[in-house]
Structure formats: structure tokens, C-alpha cells
């Protein structure tokens, strides 16, 4: 299980690169009741994100503010109809309505996800476009970051067990 995103940044001595950030510390629930997902909420921690550069680490949590903004949230706000075959490890895509909240602003999303029951194990994965502005979010910036794009990312692979 993790969460995460993907960035593009423009670095002085190397050109363009992608920076990725990943944490495995997610919490959450789901309720389904016959076919429909009729709640869920997801927690991830965004203090314990690390990148694909380590030098690159604490800029982010600077530009998350994680000291007072230290976890994302997902809450669906619509009920969500995986079908008749999910129960029986059919692979299903799915647009999960809901909540999306990081550096303290929440905004209603519409993400894309798919998922399939595999061993009693909920295979959950998806992405999702968003923008730094959207969130309040001010790109770190170092001497050798000449620019960061606006959007990101949001990435998740979770995999989902009964309580």
C-alpha cells in the first residue's frame, strides 16, 4: 500500500526530471453492502513522504507544511457501484465522487480508480491530476530547481483487507 505523487521539475545541471514521492503509511475504511461502496474514508501521512531524492525530502515537507498540515484525506461522498461481478474477482474501473483534502483545502474530485478482489485482498489503484495552486501548495525552490509544474499527480496503489 502506498500513496504518493509525481511531479515535473526543471533542474539546473540535469534538465527535465520527475520527481516521486511515495509514503506506505495510509489508514481507512471502506463499507460495501452488496455491490455498492456506500463508504470511505482514506488517511495518508504526509510526514513520513520520502522521494526519489533524498536532498529533495525536506523542501517537500516545507512546501506541504506538514507541521501543521501533516495528513491528506479521502472521503467519498458518493455511493460507488462496482457491479455484479466484483464479488467474483472481476476487474472493475470505477469514479470514486469525493473529498480530496491536503494543505488544509479540499477539493471535490472525480477519481478514477480500479480495482479487483484478488484472494480476499481489495486490489486498489489509481491517479489523478491535480494543480499546486488548487491546494495552497507554493512549489519548493532551491538553487538548483529552476521550476516545478503546477499540476501533480496523485497516486495510490492500496490493498484493502477485511476487518
Do not use: C, K, M, W
Not at 68 to 80: G, H, M, N, S
Not at 125 to 146: C, F, H, K, N, R
Request: hydrophobic residues 40%; charged residues 20%; without cysteine.
Amino acid at each position: 500500500t502506498f500513496a504518493g505523487f509525481r511531479v515535473q521539475e526543471e533542474l539546473a545541471a540535469i534538465g527535465s526530471a520527475t520527481a516521486v514521492g511515495r509514503t506506505g503509511d495510509v489508514t481507512g475504511s471502506f463499507t460495501i453492502e452488496g455491490a455498492t461502496v456506500t463508504q470511505a474514508e482514506f488517511d495518508v501521512d504526509l510526514t513520513t513522504i520520502t522521494t526519489n531524492e533524498s536532498r529533495r525530502d525536506d523542501r517537500v515537507q516545507e512546501a506541504l507544511e506538514t507541521g501543521a498540515f501533516p495528513t491528506a484525506t479521502f472521503t467519498l461522498t458518493e455511493p460507488l457501484d462496482l457491479g455484479a461481478g466484483a464479488a467474483d474477482g472481476e476487474a472493475v474501473s470505477v469514479i470514486a465522487v469525493g473529498d480530496l483534502t491536503i494543505h488544509g483545502v479540499t477539493e471535490s474530485v472525480e477519481f478514477p480508480l480500479e480495482a479487483q478482489l484478488v484472494d480476499g485482498t481489495v486490489v486498489l489503484v489509481g491517479s489523478i491530476d491535480q494543480t499546486l495552486t488548487g491546494y495552497d501548495i507554493e512549489a519548493p525552490s532551491s538553487p538548483a530547481v529552476l521550476s516545478i509544474s503546477d499540476e501533480f499527480t496523485v497516486e495510490l496503489q492500496f490493498l484493502l483487507v477485511r476487518a
